[in-house]
C-alpha cells in the first residue's frame, strides 16, 4: 500500500509538471495566433490607406477630397511640395500652411515605402490621431491623418471573454488602442516594461511577479506599432490546483484504483489540449468554421479556453469579412478613378481593369485575363515586347526590394481597336498585388512635337531675316563708302563714323544669324569682334596694342546695340586724338565683365588724355552726345579717369 501511495505520488506530482508545461504551451500558443492575426490586420489596414492616398495625390483635388468619404477614418488629406506646404486641394483652408517642422514631414521623406507618424490627438475629435505619408515621385509628399477611434473599438470589443487584455502600442510606446479608455486620455507608455526592448520581434515573456503572460507582435516596420496581449495566471492557476486536488483526493480516498484513475484524468486532459491545439491551428489556416469548445470536458478552465477560441475564431471571421469589404471599396474606389489603370494579383492574373482603361485603350478583363494574354496584346512587336517586359521586372523588383523606384515608363500601348496610343506608366504595390496606371500622353506628346516643329520653322525664319538685315546695313555701309570718295574731307570724315556705327549694328545680326540662341549673343564675342575690327581699320604710324579683358556674358539685343555704339565711339576717339602727341608703347584696354549683378564695360588708353576743362556733358560733338545718350538708355552710370591716359568706365544692370 505505501508503494501504491509512493507510485500514486509521483504519478501525480509528474502530471501536475506536465500539466503546467502543457497548459503553459497552449497559452503561449493561443497569445502568439491572436497577436499575429491582429497584427496582419493593421498592417493591411495601414497599407490599404497609404495605397489609397498615393492614387488619390496621383488623380487630383476631387480624389482627395473623396478619401474621407470612401475611408470613414481619414479625417482629411492633402499635398505638401519639397518645402513642407500645403499645395493641394485647391480648396483646402489650410493651402499655404507650413508643415516642414513636423515630425511625419521631417522624418517621413527618407522612408523607403510610407512613414507612420507618433500619435497626437485633434481639437475636432480629440481621438488619438495619427499622420500617413507617402513620398511622390516629383518631389511632393502626399499625406493623411487618419483617426484612430475605430481601432480603439475594434480592440474593445474583441470577445477576449475575460481571458486578458489586449492593446495597440504607437511608435514611441504609447497606447494607441486600449479597452480602458484611460490608458489612451492619459497617454501612458509601456516603454519602460522590461519587454519593450525586444519589442521589434515577436515574443513572450511569463512574468510572475506581476502575474501574467505578456506576448507582443510588432505590425509594421513602416508604423512601428506593437500588439499586446496580457493575459492573467490565475486561469492556468486555478486548473492546476483542481487537478492537483483530484489527484490528492483520489489518491487518499481510492488508493486502490489511484493509478488507474491518474491515467484516466492524464487522457481526458491530453485529449482536451489536443483538441485545443487542433482548432488553434485550424484558426490559424484560416479555417473559422472550426469550434474549439469543448462542453463535455472534465475541466472547466479548458471548456473556457474552448469558448475563447470560438470567440476568437468567430472576432476573426468578422474581421476577415471587413478586410473582404475594404477590399471591395477598394476595387470601386480604382475603378471610378479617372485614371487608366490595372490591378494585377501575385500569380500573374489580370482581377480589374477599370472603367477608364477601358474606355481609352479599348481592353478589359475579357480581352487578357492574365499577364501572359497581356503582353502579346498591348505589345505585338516581339522586340519591343521583351524590352518592355525588362524594364517592368526592375521596376517591380525595385519597387518590392522597397529601394528608390525606377522612372516612369514612356512608350507605346497597342489599342484594341487598332493603332498605338503613347502612354507614362507607374506601378504601386498594394500587398502582394500591384496597381498599374497608364497615362495617355499622345495629344501632349504630338502638341510637344508640333510646338518643336513651329518653333525650329520660325528659328529658321528668324535667321534668315538676321541674315538679310546684315546684307541691307552692309549694302547702306558700302552705299556711304561710294558717297564719301565724292565728298568733302569734312563731309568724308561724318560718312566715315556713320560706317562705323552701322557696321557695329550689322555685326549683332551676324553674330545672332551665327547664334543658337536667336535672343541673346555673348557680349566678349561681340567686343572681341568690334574692337579688334576698329583698331586695325586705323592705320597709322602708332599701332596701340590692344588688351582685352572679357568675360562670356550673354546680352540681349536691345541692349548689345547701346554697348556696341558706346565702344564704337569711345574707340573711335582713342584712335584718332589719344596718340597724337606722344607714341612711346602706346596702349588700348578694353574691359567687359560681370561685378555682381552689374555689367562693367570700360575702355582705356595711355594717350595724350583729355583737357582738363573737358566736360562730357557739355560737349556738342555728336559722338559724344551718343555715348552720354545710350549710357542713360542702359540705365547704367559713367566715370571718366584723366591720370596717366583717358579711362572710361560705364556701369548697367546685368
Known amino acids: 500500500m505505501g508503494l501504491s501511495a509512493v ?16 497548459l503553459r504551451s497552449g497559452a503561449e500558443a493561443s497569445s502568439r495566433l491572436l497577436c499575429a492575426a491582429l497584427a496582419h490586420e493593421l498592417s493591411t489596414y495601414l497599407a490599404q490607406h497609404a495605397v489609397a492616398l498615393e492614387l488619390a495625390a496621383a488623380t487630383g483635388d476631387d480624389a482627395l477630397l473623396a478619401l474621407s468619404r470612401l475611408y470613414p477614418s481619414v479625417e482629411k488629406a492633402f499635398i505638401l511640395d519639397g518645402r513642407g506646404v500645403v499645395v493641394a486641394p485647391a480648396s483646402s483652408p489650410e493651402r499655404g500652411f507650413d508643415y516642414s517642422s513636423m515630425e511625419f514631414f521631417t522624418q517621413g521623406r527618407s522612408a523607403g515605402r510610407y512613414y507612420v507618424s507618433s500619435s497626437f490627438v485633434l481639437e475636432q475629435n480629440y481621438e488619438p490621431t495619427v499622420a500617413i505619408l507617402q513620398a511622390l515621385d516629383d518631389g511632393r509628399s502626399a499625406v493623411a491623418y487618419l483617426s484612430l477611434g475605430a481601432i480603439g473599438r475594434y480592440v474593445a470589443q474583441l470577445p477576449t471573454i475575460g481571458r486578458g487584455t489586449v492593446a495597440v502600442l504607437g511608435r514611441r510606446g504609447i497606447y494607441i488602442a486600449h479597452p480602458e479608455n484611460e490608458f489612451i486620455g492619459q497617454r501612458r507608455s509601456a516603454a519602460l516594461e522590461a519587454w519593450f526592448a525586444w519589442r521589434d520581434s515577436p515574443g513572450e ?12 507582435r510588432p505590425v509594421s516596420e513602416e508604423s512601428r506599432w506593437v500588439i499586446v496581449f496580457r493575459q492573467p495566471l490565475d486561469s492556468l492557476a486555478a486548473a492546476e490546483r483542481g487537478i492537483l486536488s483530484s489527484v490528492s483526493i483520489v489518491a487518499l480516498g481510492f488508493l486502490a484504483s489511484a493509478v488507474a484513475f491518474s491515467g484516466v484524468m492524464l487522457y481526458a486532459t491530453r485529449r482536451d489540449l489536443e483538441r485545443l491545439l487542433s482548432a488553434a491551428r485550424s484558426i490559424a489556416r484560416g479555417d473559422y468554421a472550426t469550434r474549439g469548445g469543448l462542453p463535455e470536458s472534465r475541466f472547466k478552465e479548458f471548456a473556457s ?19 473582404q469589404e475594404d477590399e471591395r471599396r477598394m476595387a470601386a474606389v480604382l475603378d471610378f478613378m479617372p485614371a487608366p489603370l490595372a490591378l494585377i494579383e501575385a500569380d500573374g492574373a489580370m482581377s480589374l481593369m477599370n472603367k477608364a ?17 497581356w503582353w502579346p496584346l498591348a505589345y505585338p512587336e516581339p522586340e519591343y515586347r521583351a524590352d518592355v517586359r525588362r524594364y517592368w521586372d526592375a521596376y517591380i523588383g525595385a519597387l518590392a526590394a522597397g529601394g528608390v523606384s525606377l522612372p516612369p515608363f514612356n512608350g507605346r500601348l497597342a489599342c484594341k481597336g487598332g493603332g498605338f496610343k503613347l ?6 504595390l498594394i500587398g502582394e498585388r500591384i496597381v498599374v496606371v497608364f497615362i495617355d500622353v499622345t495629344e501632349a506628346t504630338e502638341a510637344a512635337q508640333r510646338t518643336m516643329a513651329n518653333l525650329a520653322e520660325k528659328e529658321v525664319l528668324l535667321k534668315e531675316i538676321h541674315h538679310r538685315v546684315k546684307n541691307n546695313l552692309q549694302m547702306v555701309a558700302s552705299l556711304l563708302a561710294l558717297s564719301a570718295d565724292a565728298a568733302e574731307a569734312g563731309g568724308r570724315a561724318f560718312v566715315g563714323d556713320s560706317m562705323d556705327r552701322i557696321q557695329v549694328m550689322a555685326t549683332i545680326h551676324e553674330l545672332l544669324y551665327q547664334s543658337e540662341d536667336m535672343a541673346h549673343i555673348q557680349l566678349d564675342e561681340y567686343v572681341r569682334t568690334i574692337a579688334t575690327w576698329l583698331v586695325s581699320s586705323y592705320a597709322s604710324n602708332c599701332q596701340p596694342e590692344l588688351a582685352m579683358e572679357l568675360e562670356a556674358i550673354p546680352i540681349d539685343i536691345d541692349r548689345a546695340i547701346p554697348c556696341g555704339l558706346i565702344l564704337n565711339e569711345l574707340l573711335t576717339n582713342a584712335m584718332k586724338y589719344a596718340f597724337k602727341a606722344r607714341c ?16 562693367v564695360m570700360g575702355v582705356a588708353d ?7 576743362d573737358f566736360e562730357p556733358e557739355r560737349a556738342e560733338s555728336l559722338g559724344m552726345q551718343l555715348v552720354l545718350s545710350l549710357c542713360q538708355q542702359l540705365k547704367g552710370r559713367w566715370a571718366l ?9 560705364l556701369r548697367f544692370p546685368a
Not at 205 to 216: F, K, Q, R
Not at 306 to 318: K, V, Y
Not at 357 to 373: E, K, N, Q, R
Not at 641 to 649: N, Q, V
Open 423 to 428: 502612354v507614362r506608366g507607374q506601378a504601386a
Open 205 to 216: 515573456i511569463w512574468d510572475d511577479g506581476d502575474g501574467e503572460l505578456v506576448s507582443w
Open 7 to 22: 507510485s500514486l505520488s509521483a504519478v501525480g506530482l509528474f502530471s501536475a509538471v506536465r500539466l503546467r508545461r502543457e
Open 641 to 649: 579717369d584723366r591720370s596717366g591716359g583717358t579711362a572710361w568706365e
Open 357 to 373: 482603361m477601358s474606355a481609352v485603350y479599348g481592353w478589359t478583363v475579357a480581352d487578357a485575363p492574365d499577364l501572359d494574354a
Open 584 to 599: 612711346e608703347r602706346p596702349r588700348i584696354g578694353v574691359r567687359a565683365v560681370l561685378e555682381g549683378d552689374e555689367i
Open 305 to 323: 479556453m474552448g469558448r475563447q477560441l470560438d470567440a476568437m475564431a468567430e472576432a476573426l471571421a468578422f474581421r476577415e469579412r471587413a478586410l
Open 606 to 612: 595711355n594717350g595724350a588724355g583729355m583737357p582738363a
